[in-house]
């Protein structure tokens, strides 16, 4: 009965732990491996071309090709467990009120860190790229700057996604091209998709490392491997000498991350956005620009009217500004591009277009 209850309460875990994921086996990565998780290592089959395809001759037959499947080791480096304790309970009399609650804790908690290894894995393993700020006006053109790339990568087109953070999300949706899950059908919708742009499921993705904006790939070329150490169950604390009618709900998880081709995940960059206000300046013919920034830029440089966005990660040639006192000559409808730098590089940009009002006469 106990090992019943096990499997029973580990299934639950499992069930919820599947609903929290994000990042979502057979959405983001595979579940391909030869091997016991739980011995330590598993392999995983890796290959950069797919099988070849040749004119078949009735007659001679066709020559046999020698596929490039590599199998590779993948350590199981990632060992997480619950034990938390029910008090004033023996563990035959937990209500399953407090089980249930309990458990649902436990896969939530074990999504949570399974996410935050998995992304770990994702920017570790996948491809960078820098692009300029994105907006509501700019999205599509990322993304499809992606997409393209990732066709002449030969990602398959069905099945890609994009991670996308809050702030492109909120860019996405309103997007002309943005087209909601709930005219897509179910299995978008049971993906945790929000939608499709540009021939991506899109998927929001509360990630705060510095100048990220998505992560575009395909669950072909990430694997996730994990397995239960040691199942799910309650376990009584009576006799341990330290616990005196308690009982504690307890299990072990083991898990992994791998990224199999680089090309197949594009983690794409992009600068914060600048919050800039304008006023005149104290000569004629100049403004003095007000530059709210959260980022972590050190400086700041601009350029009028530029021919291109500042992209994130790249060198900047503009002119040092400083908030709220550089004099910058202008004329009503100049646009200003401001880069907020670090290090020598952008990882900040805004954008104001100035107003007849914002520049002494």
């Excluded at 034990?83 to 399953?96: H, S």
């Excluded at 790339?149 to 099945?159: L, T």
């Amino acid at each position: 009965m106990a090992h019943q209850l096990s499997e029973q309460y580990s299934d639950l875990v499992l069930a919820k732990l599947r609903n929290e994921l994000v990042l979502k086996d057979q959405v983001v990565f595979n579940n391909d491996f030869d091997g016991d998780p739980t011995a330590g290592a598993v392999k995983i089959p890796t290959r950069e071309d797919e099988v070849a395809a040749s004119d078949y001759d009735r007659a001679a037959g066709l020559a046999p090709t020698t596929g490039n499947t590599a199998y590779v080791t993948l350590p199981i480096d990632k060992d997480k467990a619950v034990n938390e304790i029910i008090d004033g309970y023996e563990a035959a009399a937990v209500p399953d009120g407090l089980v249930a609650e309990r458990l649902d804790s436990a896969g939530y908690s074990l999504g949570r860190a399974m996410d935050t290894d998995g992304a770990a894995e994702l920017l570790s393993g996948g491809t960078t790229v820098n692009v300029a700020l994105i907006d509501q006006h700019s999205v599509y053109g990322a993304l499809v700057k992606q997409r393209t790339q990732m066709s002449k990568d030969n990602i398959p087109a069905a099945g890609r996604y994009a991670l996308c953070t809050p702030d492109v999300i909120a860019a996405v949706v309103r997007s002309p091209e943005f087209t909601q899950a709930s005219s897509l059908g179910d299995e978008v919708k049971q993906s945790g998709a929000i939608g499709r742009i540009a021939g991506f499921n899109v998927i929001e993705f509360n990630e705060d490392t510095a100048g990220l904006s998505m992560i575009c790939g395909h669950p072909r070329f990430a694997t996730r491997v994990n397995a239960w150490q040691a199942p799910v169950r309650l376990q009584s604390l009576e006799g341990s000498g330290k616990y005196i009618g308690a009982s504690a709900v307890q299990g072990r998880m083991v898990y992994a991350h791998k990224v199999l081709r680089q090309k197949g995940v594009r983690c794409v960059f992009a600068p914060a956005p600048l919050e800039l206000a304008a006023a005149q300046g104290a000569t004629a013919g100049t403004t003095v620009l007000t530059i709210n920034d959260a980022s972590e830029a050190t400086s700041y440089k601009y350029l009028k009217n530029p021919a291109q966005r500042a992209v994130y990660g790249a060198s900047y040639s503009g002119a040092a500004v400083t908030s709220g006192t550089t004099e910058i000559a202008a004329a009503a409808g100049d646009v200003v591009e401001v880069a907020g730098i670090k290090g020598g590089k952008v990882v900040a940009a805004g954008y104001i277009t100035l107003a007849a009002t914002a520049i002494k006469a």
